[in-house]
């Protein structure tokens, strides 16, 4: 039985690619609720689709050409001008080539919908050297998209050379942001003179919607003391920083998924291989 939790989600499932799965197996219709749609991804070309799924054996490594491109092998997602190329290799892995080092990741390359991972290269943690970052959407439907952000340390790059794995992979866990997420939020409702609103406390500030549609539908006492979220999570990633995006909504009786009434951005930082939400902000729909 897999049920929709107040905070972290799909409740009984380990993780989003299980749900993401699990939806797939179980019928192609979509399910109602918000439209999912992103243009932050790259939609590969034919040649990079026709190379996902790669056999292990024909991925690139640490013998190709000098540099980080394979000559023949079309990458999946790249930044050319820094030398940065990642190819696919099994049908759950991808070969991260900086250079002259590579590395085989644990990643998430390509989708159903052909969405290829996002990477960008940026002084993360602030030491004076650049870090390469990379958002990987799991999967998506109609009320659900989760993005995987990871940051990957490029120091040990010389180290690979010599056959040690040259980058240090670390990525913001669900756990960890949905924790940081629901400690930092609250929600009320309030009657204001027989008009009903939610007051979101997220931050340091206090944001007020107007929930008397929904009152109207469904009175009051249907609709939840918490805030459903986590089916539909974004990352961004651009030189100057790391941004997070959750849609928050409404639980109400009866209703498998949250209705959905804005979302809450944050900022993230990193160091160390640690992620931190901060300067939080909710926008209404």
């Given at each position: 039985?897999?049920?929709?939790?107040?905070?972290?989600?799909?409740?009984?499932?380990?993780?989003?690619?299980?749900?993401?799965?699990?939806?797939?197996?179980?019928?192609?219709?979509?399910?109602?609720?918000?439209?999912?749609?992103?243009?932050?991804?790259?939609?590969?070309?034919?040649?990079?689709?026709a190379n996902s799924g790669m056999d292990a054996s024909k991925a690139p490594d640490a013998s190709a050409s000098p540099g980080g491109k394979t000559e023949g092998v079309q990458p999946v997602a790249s930044i050319p001008e820094k030398d940065?190329?990642?190819?696919?290799?099994?049908?759950?892995?991808?070969?991260?080539?900086?250079?002259?080092?590579?590395?085989?990741?644990?990643?998430?390359?390509?989708?159903?919908?052909?969405?290829?991972?996002?990477?960008?290269?940026?002084?993360?943690?602030?030491?004076?050297?650049?870090?390469?970052?990379?958002?990987?959407?799991?999967?998506?439907?109609?009320?659900?998209?989760?993005?995987?952000?990871?940051?990957?340390?490029?120091?040990?790059?010389?180290?690979?050379?010599?056959?040690?794995?040259?980058?240090?992979?670390?990525?913001?866990?669900?756990?960890?942001?949905?924790?940081?997420?629901?400690?930092?939020?609250?929600?009320?409702?309030?009657?204001?003179?027989?008009?009903?609103?939610?007051?979101?406390?997220?931050?340091?500030?206090?944001?007020?919607?107007?929930?008397?549609?929904?009152?109207?539908?469904?009175?009051?006492?249907?609709?939840?003391?918490?805030?459903?979220?986590?089916?539909?999570?974004?990352?961004?990633?651009?030189?100057?920083?790391?941004?997070?995006?959750?849609?928050?909504?409404?639980?109400?009786?009866?209703?498998?998924?949250?209705?959905?009434?804005?979302?809450?951005?944050a900022s993230v930082s990193y160091d160390a291989g640690k992620f931190k939400l901060g300067n939080f902000a909710f926008a209404a729909e």
């Amino acid at each position: 039985m897999v049920g929709f939790d107040y905070k972290a989600g799909w409740k009984g499932l380990s993780s989003a690619t299980a749900i993401i799965t699990l939806l797939a197996a179980c019928s192609t219709a979509e399910a109602p609720g918000r439209e999912t749609t992103d243009d932050r991804h790259n939609i590969p070309s034919s040649s990079a689709t026709a190379n996902s799924g790669m056999d292990a054996s024909k991925a690139p490594d640490a013998s190709a050409s000098p540099g980080g491109k394979t000559e023949g092998v079309q990458p999946v997602a790249s930044i050319p001008e820094k030398d940065v190329y990642l190819y696919a290799d099994t049908e759950t892995a991808a070969v991260l080539a900086v250079g002259d080092a590579r590395q085989t990741m644990d990643w998430t390359y390509s989708t159903v919908r052909g969405v290829t991972p996002v990477l960008t290269l940026g002084d993360y943690d602030h030491d004076g050297e650049d870090e390469l970052a990379a958002v990987l959407e799991l999967g998506s439907g109609t009320g659900l998209l989760i993005d995987e952000l990871h940051v990957v340390e490029l120091a040990g790059m010389e180290a690979g050379a010599s056959g040690e794995r040259p980058f240090a992979d670390h990525a913001f866990q669900e756990e960890d942001y949905l924790a940081q997420l629901g400690d930092a939020l609250s929600f009320e409702k309030v009657d204001k003179d027989g008009k009903w609103f939610g007051e979101i406390a997220i931050g340091d500030r206090t944001y007020e919607v107007d929930l008397d549609a929904f009152v109207r539908e469904h009175v009051a006492e249907a609709l939840g003391k918490e805030l459903g979220y986590g089916a539909i999570v974004y990352f961004r990633a651009e030189d100057e920083g790391l941004t997070f995006q959750a849609a928050v909504g409404l639980r109400i009786d009866g209703f498998a998924e949250p209705q959905y009434i804005g979302d809450i951005t944050a900022s993230v930082s990193y160091d160390a291989g640690k992620f931190k939400l901060g300067n939080f902000a909710f926008a209404a729909e």
